[in-house]
């Protein structure tokens, strides 16, 4: 069983940065690959990026290859969000998952976490 709550969501101006932060409980959060989501209001929950249980591995999605980098500490069982040069496209709830693998696919994901509502204003 793995519990995970996101923290570093807000208000920020296009241009701006966040680094989201989703720490995990249990001594299994090692052996996940660890996502991010986005949902926006009024539109399906997509993918963002997701990172290896070691940390070797990492994709992004093309809409924010070049200004967001996921990133993983298991020593403190937290993984990363940094977002950079934010737009206001950005503007979602985020969430952070646990699966067994690396995938993109929202469905092979186990464990979510509550989500953080980022908001870019332009």
């Known amino acids: 069983q793995v519990q995970l709550v996101e923290s570093g969501g807000g208000l920020v101006q296009a241009g701006g940065s966040l680094r989201l932060s989703c720490a995990a409980s249990?001594?299994?959060?090692?052996?996940?690959?660890m996502g991010w989501f986005r949902q926006a209001p009024g539109k399906e929950r997509e993918f963002v990026a997701v990172?290896?249980?070691?940390?070797?591995?990492?994709y992004h999605a093309d809409s924010v290859k070049g200004r967001f980098t996921i990133s993983r500490d298991n020593a403190k069982n937290t993984v990363y969000l940094q977002m950079n040069s934010l737009k206001p496209e950005d503007t979602a709830v985020y969430y952070c998952?646990?699966?067994?693998?690396?995938?993109?696919?929202?469905?092979?994901?186990?464990?979510w976490g509550q989500g953080t509502q980022v908001t870019v204003s332009s």
């Open positions: 990172i290896s249980w070691s940390g070797d591995n990492t």
């Open positions: 249990g001594r299994t959060f090692r052996r996940y690959a």
């Open positions: 998952a646990a699966s067994p693998g690396v995938t993109n696919i929202s469905g092979r994901y186990d464990y």
